[in-house]
């Protein structure tokens, strides 16, 4: 079955960036999410990218995609402390239309 | 994008009972998900609801346990049945909008707590 998987946790400087890490199994992924979620929040989409590119810019966030490692990154330019939260990669399977959710990666930002 | 509201946002309820949870969308979407969120954990699919057609359930979730209800394109239930305590979790509806609804959206989610 599908497996995504994430270190559970980053700190960062304010003013620094921060690139989170995602793995993924499924060979036939078409779309890879990051979403963030506050505390006692939902999760919010952040950004996308189609499983034929291999990069996407977005003001703050640049997504990289190597699909031969299947390997996500997201990262974070200037990250300030609002972006202190739970970030989640999830991948979705080409034929099935199911989102498989990584574990999260808490992003802690220090002033 | 879409936005998504749900009903209610947080409950409290006792052991045996049920908790009926709503959905609701601002435009028609075709597909629309429940998912569940332990405390402290990642998003579990529960199931796929498509209007006009019986929901499908991912493996470990049952239909008798988590009836669902899809009457039209903007809302949606999903009923929490004979409550017991490892039923507390965020309970999360999502819509995929645009072509393919590849662009997936949560609503805010309702934390169930069950004593």
């Known amino acids: 079955g599908e497996d995504v998987e994430q270190s559970l946790f980053l700190s960062v400087r304010e003013g620094d960036s921060s690139v989170i890490n995602c793995t993924y199994t499924?060979?036939?992924?078409?779309?890879l999410y990051w979403y963030k979620q506050e505390p006692g929040a939902g999760l919010q989409l952040l950004t996308y990218?189609?499983?034929?590119?291999d990069m996407k810019q977005d003001q703050r966030l640049t997504v990289l995609l190597n699909k031969k490692d299947k390997h996500l990154s997201l990262r974070i330019a200037d990250t300030q402390t609002g972006d202190s939260a739970i970030y989640f990669c999830?991948?979705?399977?080409?034929?099935?239309?199911?989102?498989?959710f990584g574990t999260g990666t808490k992003l802690q930002v220090i002033p | 994008s879409a936005v998504i509201s749900q009903k209610p946002s947080r409950d409290i309820c006792q052991r045996g009972t049920s908790l009926t949870i709503q959905c609701q969308v601002d435009?028609?979407?075709?597909?629309m998900f429940w998912y569940r969120q332990q405390p402290g954990q990642s998003l579990t699919l529960i199931a796929t609801?498509?209007?006009?057609?019986?929901?499908?359930?991912e493996s470990g979730f049952v239909i008798d346990k988590f009836p669902i209800s899809r009457p039209n394109l903007t809302f949606s239930t999903l009923t929490v049945s004979n409550m017991s305590p490892e039923d507390s979790s965020i309970y999360l509806c999502s819509v995929g909008v645009g072509q393919g609804a590849y662009e997936q959206y949560f609503g805010p989610g309702t934390r169930l707590t069950v004593t």
């Open positions: 990218i189609f499983s034929n590119m």
């Open positions: 435009s028609q979407v075709t597909m």
């Open positions: 999830a991948e979705r399977s080409g034929g099935y239309q199911k989102v498989t």
């Open positions: 609801a498509n209007q006009g057609s019986e929901a499908t359930y």
């Open positions: 499924d060979s036939s992924s078409t779309y």
